[in-house]
Each structure stands twice: as C-alpha cells, then as structure tokens.
C-alpha cells in the first residue's frame, strides 16, 4: 500500500496454481518475481496467498481460511476465493490493465479465476486521508487514520499476536464484491440518503461535526441525530475506538446493470477487523441495497523472500 492515497484505477486478479501441488513453490517464487518487478514507477502491484495454497506441513497464518458466507450475501464462486491475489493499480485505465496483462503473460503456471477492474472517482488526499466518491455518491475513507504511523498499527502483524514468525509485517487482506442497487437508491431523498450512510455527502456527521473529526454517538443515544441503524454508527458505534482496519476499495461496472464496489480492506487481525465490523452491521439500513457477490480472504506477505523459504523449503 503505498502512500495515503492509491492509485485511482485498479486490476483486481483471483489466480489458481496450474500445475501439481509439488510444483507449488516454484511457481509462487516466479509470481514472487513478477509482480515485485511490476510494482515500480506508475505501478503499484503485490500480491497475496489464498488458503488453499499455504502448504498443511507448514505454519500457516491463524485466520487465513475461505472467506465464509455473511447473512445476506449470495457468493458466486467464480467470483470467490482463490489459491493466489495479485492486485494491480495505476493512474490511469491503461496504465493498470496493460501492467496486469504483462504480469498474467509472464505466469505460465496460474490461471485466472476471477478478475475485477475498478476506479476511484474524485480520488484525493485530505488531513491524510485517501478519499473517493462510492457509486451511491458518497465519499469513502474518512475512517482511516491520517498518517504512516496508525496506518501501520492497525495494518502490519506484530510479533507476539500468535502468528508464524515469517507473517510478521504482512496483513491480512479482506476482498468483497458488492453489487449496488443504485437505481433503488438514486429513488431516494438526498435527506434519506443520508440518514441511512450515517453522513452527509461532504462527508460531515448528522450532529454537525466536521468529517475529519470523530462524531459522539453516546451523546445521541436514541438516535436523533444518527439512526441507530446507520452504516456508520452500526460499523464503528465507538469513534473514539474506529475498527483496526484501513479500506482501499474501488468502484466497478460490468455493464448490464451489474455495479457496485470492490470493497478492499487490511488488517492485521480479521477477528478484531473485518469481522467484527460484519457482525456489528447485521439490521443495518443499507442492507436492502447491497449485495455480495464474491471476493475472499488473503494474506499479503511481509517484503522480502524469507516468507518463501518458510512455507516451500528446498
């Protein structure tokens, strides 16, 4: 992740291994090589191992497994999982899909499962923070930290969580594809809109306070000001404790009606990141307009090779 603002366009690749489960390491040191090549310049690239491709002989991060299926999501597998997650970004359309075909060129040994290409509308920094426009109009991003240091704290694994010592510095790396019902939202009032995300659409909270500060829902208990049931009361109903993950998300259209948000999101911890967000937004108002489709659970490896030596010896 590099800087405080991605790259506006995105290549999201699902890769499965091609060849038999023994040749394994090699062709992950070889997508190693690739992408760490391509991430130079204009190019942000890494990638990121699915579950079912850390070997059972080897000692495997603690969360890592098949993304489950949250109440409400309708998974496609074609759209899920993967054994390997290379991610592409650039600042342009072009600039990205030309540096994901020249990575898929070079990586005889994978086949794609799923693909998601996407851009961030009205991409920015603000107080440090990377900000976009998501397909309902409203800008994402106010919840990360603004600068390295937090960024960092929520993101990296430590040592001493419990994890393999080769995983410390790396990050778990949560993908959803999420359908929007943007003509059932577009049919309501900008008022409403509002109420349902839990913001106003340049980003200031309901009570008045400005976006970049925290908002003090003990101060509204009833819900007057912020239903209770708002997007962000329900993910974050503690702004002094916001959730210890940083979202990197995209928009996407297939066409054919098929919009929405690859929503992306690091953590060092699923439990006390992503899924601890999931469960606490069961009711929320802005479940009738979304709908998961695909995505999965991966993990980014630290820098370096010492990963590859610990999962595929010699």
Known sequence: ??????????????????????EAGRAVGEAHRVVTAADDGPVAAWLALGAGLVPESAARPRGLRSMPSFPGDVLDRQRSHGDLLVQVTGASAHT??????????????????WRAEGNRPGNRVENGRGLARNPFHFTEGYGNPGDYRAVADRVFVRAGQGEPDWAVGGSYQVVRIIRLADGLWDRDSPREQERIIGRGKDGRWLDGTPGAQRADFAADPRGRATPLDAHVRRAAPDRRHPPPLVRRSYNYDRGHGDRGLVFSCFQRDLADGFEAVQRRLRGESMAKYTLTVGGGYFFVPPQGRAWLDALFPA
């Open 1 to 22: 992740m590099r800087g405080a603002a991605p790259l506006a366009h995105a290549q999201v690749l699902a890769l499965d291994l091609a060849v038999p489960e023994e």
């Open 96 to 113: 990205a899909a030309r540096a994901a075909q020249r990575i898929l060129g070079a990586l005889p040994h994978w086949r794609v499962r």
